[in-house]
């Protein structure tokens, strides 16, 4: 589907992921590769700039990193980036420039893209997150179903299958999730687009929308 297609939800050039999602056609078949591109990439970055503090995990000189945090590689943490108190990173994670991992926020194999919230009690396993998108307080990417079969996506009333066991929600640029959703395996949301909050949100979510609950667009913006 079309509109599934990374160029319809990222703007590439606010990742230092780039050259990964250049190499593919849907976000969700970055999953199995973040690992092995962060190894990769970490050796090529600027001592100047990154400093490695510990087995693959880069971490930016200017990027502030609470004492609390526990920090597990692979894992680049970018410019500017802010990791906050009791945050769990439990690796395989890409964390943009200028980004924000609250306060005991746990994230694994995921992308932030340049200047991402996700702050106060989220979990984002196994997410891509767009430029600028933001997620309230106590947001779950979940990405395991209950009976563990492999994730599809459903768009326009089709099933498209991702080949994938864990998928938690790939966020378009500029979304706005609020406070205690939920974002069940197999979410991609469109750019532009406002989640209310306690929302129990599932398959595709029309960009430049504004979602009430499952099911309901609320209008278009």
């Known amino acids: 589907m079309e509109k599934l297609k990374i160029k319809n939800l990222y703007d590439l050039s606010h990742t230092i992921a780039k050259p990964l999602f250049d190499t593919i056609e849907y976000p969700w078949e970055a999953l199995p590769k973040i690992k092995d591109f962060i190894l990769e990439l ?4 600027d001592s100047e700039k990154f400093d490695k503090i510990a087995d693959d995990i880069w971490v930016a ?3 502030v990193v609470a004492p609390t945090a526990s920090l597990n590689g692979p894992l680049i943490i970018d410019e500017n980036a802010e990791i906050r108190h ?6 395989s994670a890409i964390v943009g420039k200028n980004a924000v991992v609250g ?7 995921s992308i932030l893209f340049d200047n991402v ?3 106060h009690y989220n979990y984002v396993g196994d997410s ?3 430029y ?9 990417a979940s990405n395991l179903k209950s009976d563990k079969s492999l994730v599809t996506v459903m768009c326009d009333g089709e099933k498209i299958p991702t080949n994938v066991k864990k998928f938690g929600a790939m966020i378009g640029d500029f979304v706005e999730v609020g406070c205690n959703s939920v974002m069940n395996p197999g979410t991609v949301i469109g750019r532009n687009t406002s989640v209310y909050p306690l929302s129990f949100v599932r398959g595709y979510v029309e960009e430049n929308s504004i979602y009430k609950r ?3 667009v609320a209008q278009k913006r």
């Not at 970490?42 to 970055?45: A, V, Y």
């Not at 009791?86 to 690796?91: D, E, K, L, Y």
């Not at 306060?103 to 194999?109: A, C, D, I, M, V």
């Open 86 to 91: 009791c945050a769990f990173i439990r690796g």
């Open 128 to 130: 891509i997150y767009g």
């Open 42 to 45: 970490g050796e090529t970055l």
């Open 132 to 140: 600028k998108s933001h997620t309230g307080a106590g947001t779950i």
């Open 103 to 109: 306060n005991s926020t746990e994230l694994k194999n």
């Open 117 to 119: 919230q996700t702050p």
């Open 61 to 63: 000189k200017s990027a």
């Open 214 to 216: 499952l099911g309901e």
